[in-house]
């Protein structure tokens, strides 16, 4: 399994799945914060899953404060593309209206 990206609820979530190393996951989540952390946005992560190629590698769950700009957006996607990760925008299904 190679590692993947994913960008969720309306850009507010990262998920990156598929890691194999601590080095690895610690190196992406350093240079993450690096690019994007700022005065008004601040990052939460959360970790799980089993390093080791036997398993299926840890995944790391970041949460933003809030949504993130298109330049942002623009930048994760550079980022990722330079390390041959693919980064997926899971779009939300739109909200559906209550009928009564």
């Not at 507010?12 to 914060?33: D, F, N, Q, Y």
């Not at 990052?43 to 190629?53: A, H, I, K, R, T």
Request: hydrophobic share 45%.
């Amino acid at each position: 399994m190679s590692v993947v990206a994913i960008l969720r609820r309306n850009c507010r979530e990262l998920i990156i799945k598929g890691l194999r190393t601590h080095v690895l996951a610690e190196v992406l989540c350093r240079e993450l914060s690096d690019m994007l952390l700022s005065k008004d946005l601040s990052l939460n992560y959360f970790f799980n899953g089993e390093l080791g190629s036997i398993n299926k590698g840890m995944t790391i769950k970041i949460i933003f404060n809030r949504e993130l700009s298109k330049h942002e957006v623009l930048a994760l996607e550079k980022f990722f593309s330079i390390r041959g990760i693919k980064l997926i925008h899971e779009i939300n299904p739109p909200k559906q209206e209550l009928r009564t």
